[in-house]
């Protein structure tokens, strides 16, 4: 069955990094896209990017479009989310989630979510 | 940037109710619109893409309607399992953005 398992939970330090992994089985990983969506806690659903596993293409929510990276790994069937100078407000559960590979369009499977809590 | 604003917040309604959910858009954005269901500490679920299209195993009760700035989310038969919050999301030109949930006790 088509699954999105993620890790890279955790607390961080104010302008430290946070790299959160998302581990794609069930499904041809190059076939698809990846979009990346947060929650801040008792908040609603944020876009922040979307990268093709197919080409590598990406496209960032200007808001995070100085700190943020997001790549794959076609031989581990991994996608993964890079933030930078992070903020107490860049506390959320991070989502990924199945999108497609030439846009993003919609998602159709999601992982279950990362909370990284920012907190000197 | 496209704002997505949905209404009501929140709605209290009972099994068997018909309910319906509206999402605005700040311009025009064709049908690339979509739904989302999210329970409690879960991840979201996609209902409704491109507007009317609906996803697979997701049951026959959910309609989505709309192109253009307005769309609508259509429960036609209330179910226990339909509590949570629903979101639209555009998908015409980044940002992608969500509207802000709405809220549905049963």
């Known amino acids: 069955q088509i699954q999105l398992v993620q890790s890279g939970a955790g607390v961080k330090k104010p302008g430290a990094s946070l790299k959160v992994s998302c581990q794609a089985s069930?499904?041809?990983?190059?076939?698809?896209?990846i979009s990346w969506v947060r929650q801040a806690p008792g908040q609603g659903l944020e876009w922040m990017g979307w990268?093709?596993?197919?080409?590598?293409?990406?496209k960032y929510a200007q808001k995070f479009q100085d700190r943020i990276t997001m790549t794959t790994d076609a031989s581990t069937n991994t996608a993964y989310l890079e933030l930078t100078s992070l903020r107490s407000d860049d506390t959320a559960v991070y989502f990924c989630?199945?999108?497609?590979?030439?846009?993003?369009?919609?998602?159709?499977?999601w992982g279950q979510g990362v909370l990284v809590a920012v907190s000197s | 940037d496209i704002q997505l604003t949905q209404s009501p917040s929140s709605l209290s309604a009972s099994i068997g109710d018909r309910v319906t959910i509206t999402c605005r858009a700040s311009?025009?954005?064709?049908?690339?619109l979509n739904w989302y269901q999210q329970k409690p500490g879960k991840a979201p679920k996609l209902l409704i893409y491109?507007?009317?299209s609906l996803q697979d195993g997701v049951p026959s009760r959910f309609r989505g309607r709309g192109s253009g700035t307005d769309f609508t989310l259509t429960i036609s038969s209330l179910q226990p399992e339909d509590l949570g919050t629903y979101y639209c999301?555009?998908?015409?030109?980044?940002?992608?953005?969500f509207g802000r949930g709405t809220s549905l006790e049963i």
């Open positions: 491109v507007a009317s």
């Open positions: 989630a199945r999108d497609q590979k030439y846009s993003s369009n919609w998602y159709d499977y």
């Open positions: 999301q555009h998908n015409y030109d980044t940002p992608y953005t």
């Open positions: 311009q025009s954005i064709s049908t690339f």
């Open positions: 069930g499904f041809t990983f190059t076939d698809w896209g």
């Open positions: 990268i093709s596993a197919y080409n590598g293409y990406t």
